[in-house]
Each structure stands twice: as structure tokens, then as C-alpha cells.
């Protein structure tokens, strides 16, 4: 969902898969997209949740993307779209993992 909303985004881009792991273990998670509204936001948060078991199902997002499609038409803002979109972890987290040299 994050690459589809984000028209192609990488997520965590710019930082290294093994430095990846060692941050989704910490519990960190990408910030919402400046122009993905909060409600589609959430539901692209529940894919991440560390228990497999509670994510959603394919239909359980299908219908809740048809929902908010039916009841909102702006959840995506593309005149706040830029190139910084697809960056969404600040200099500082890539430098704390990298620093602490953990892999």
C-alpha cells in the first residue's frame, strides 16, 4: 500500500535492509506521508503491526478502502506531492543506527 499511495516511494529509502530490521525490531514505523490523509494512513499502519495475526486480510482492506473511497474523495493531496515524500526517515534516525553499529 505505501508504494501505491506514494506513486512509487521506497520505503525506509536510504537506509540499509539489515539497518531496517534492527529499526522495525525497535518498534519503528514510517511517518504518514505528507500528502496521505490520517484516516488512510491508519489503515496502511495496520499492515505493519509486528503481529502477523492482527493485520488486516485482503478483504477487510478492500472494504475499507471502498468505504473511505465512498465517504471522502481527498485522501490523497497530490499538489503537496514532492520528491522529499519518498524520504521518510530523518538524518538523525540513519545516523543513530549507524553509530551504534548493531547488525
Not at 506514494?6 to 506521508?33: H, N, Q, S
Request: glycine fraction near 6%; include cysteine.
Amino acid at each position: 500500500m505505501y508504494e501505491i499511495f506514494t506513486l512509487g516511494g521506497e520505503p525506509y529509502a536510504g537506509i540499509k535492509t539489515r539497518d531496517v530490521v534492527y529499526l522495525l525490531g525497535k518498534g519503528f514505523r514510517m511517518r504518514r506521508p505528507k500528502h496521505v490523509d490520517k484516516e488512510l494512513h491508519a489503515v496502511m499502519s495496520s499492515c505493519w503491526n509486528e503481529d502477523p495475526l492482527k493485520r488486516p486480510t485482503f478483504k477487510a482492506l478492500q472494504e475499507t478502502l471502498e468505504k473511505l473511497e465512498r465517504q471522502q474523495t481527498g485522501y490523497i493531496n497530490l499538489q503537496s506531492f514532492t520528491d522529499a515524500t519518498y524520504v521518510n526517515v530523518d538524518n538523525a534516525v540513519r545516523d543513530k543506527v549507524r553509530d551504534e553499529a548493531i547488525f
